[in-house]
Nanobody, 115 residues
C-alpha cells in the first residue's frame, strides 16, 4: 500500500491549506477502514488529529476541532484535510493512514505556519 500526501506549504497565521492523500490500494479494501490524518512536529510523537469512518463520521483532536475538516472520497480512494485558521503550533509533517493497524507510512507533506 502506498500513501501519498500532498498540499502542504508555508502559510501565515490564520491562513488555510487543503491536504490530499491518495491511497493506492484496492477500492474494496480502502472502503473497509476508518482513515486518519496524523501529524508529527520535530521532537514530538506522531499524533492523530482527525479521522473519518467509511460512512463519513468524523472525530477531531481538541487542538484542531472547529478549524480542521476531514473528508474522504470512497470512489477515488482519497482522503482530505481542510485546515483553516492555522496556528504556528500546527507546524508539522502531515500523514494519512488508516487508524488501526497502520500501513507503512508515506513521506507526508510539510505544513509550516509562520507567526
Amino acid at each position: 500500500v502506498q500513501l501519498q500526501a500532498s498540499g502542504g506549504g508555508l502559510v501565515q497565521t490564520g491562513g488555510s491549506l487543503r491536504l490530499s492523500c491518495v491511497v493506492s490500494v484496492a477500492n474494496s479494501v480502502f472502503n473497509q477502514y476508518t482513515m486518519g490524518w496524523y501529524r508529527q512536529a520535530p521532537g514530538k510523537q506522531r499524533e492523530l488529529v482527525a479521522r473519518v469512518s467509511t460512512s463519513g463520521t468524523t472525530v477531531y483532536a481538541d487542538s484542531v476541532k472547529g478549524r480542521f475538516t476531514v473528508s474522504r472520497d470512497n470512489v477515488k480512494n482519497m482522503v482530505y484535510l481542510q485546515m483553516n485558521n492555522l496556528k504556528p503550533e500546527d507546524t508539522a509533517a502531515y500523514y494519512c493512514n488508516r487508524v488501526t493497524l497502520t500501513w507503512d507510512w508515506g513521506k507526508g507533506t510539510q505544513v509550516t505556519v509562520s507567526s
